[in-house]
């Protein structure tokens, strides 16, 4: 039975950041992406995710601070590398940080809070694709530093799950080499045994 949605799925792709452009989703097109991005699996319906849109000059001066912190743990950098820095979250007229934001619960593990927010990136990408965008994911070493994550919005108890650089985009996408699913996948043949 051909199907769409799976047709869609099997040929999705990344777009390269630097080739997003203008025009940018409007806000009702954001707004359908992050309710797309919430209908994810959530284990007690904790909604341990959240998402910060960084737009306009805002993705100017987040550059700015990157740039000085990066400085600030290595030293002088190099012109290319300072450059790099400034325009993290300019090259794409729209980025949406999905943050995972885990709740105590007792009875949820925080890593499947997280799971659910790399669900909720998937669905934020897929939504925007559909929607006629490109997109693209990245972490990146502020990702991985309490200095970056508190110049990027978040509290100290979140960490993030990744950076949706969102814009126009005239595809397609350049294709990569994909894993053989034959591959990746065995009927259950009992328990481990090393």
Known sequence: MASPIIDFLLTRNSAPIPELKEPAPSDADIATMIAAASRVPDHGR???????????????????????????????????????????FSRAPVVIGVVSSPKENPKIPQWEMFLSGGMAAMNLMISANALGYGT?????????????????????????????????????????????????????AGPWVG
Do not use: C, T
């Open 46 to 88: 904790l909604e341990p995710w959240r998402f910060i849109l960084y737009r306009g000059e805002a993705r100017v001066e987040i550059g700015k601070k990157l740039a000085a912190l990066a400085e600030q743990r290595e030293g002088p950098l190099p012109e290319g590398r300072r450059n790099q820095e400034l325009a993290r």
């Open 136 to 188: 693209n994911m990245i972490s990146n070493w502020y990702s991985d530093v309490p200095e970056g994550r508190a110049i990027l919005g978040l509290a100290p108890h979140e960490r993030v799950v990744g950076f949706v650089h969102i814009g126009s985009y005239q595809g397609p996408a350049p294709e990569r080499p994909r894993p053989d699913p034959a591959k990746l996948y065995a009927d259950y």
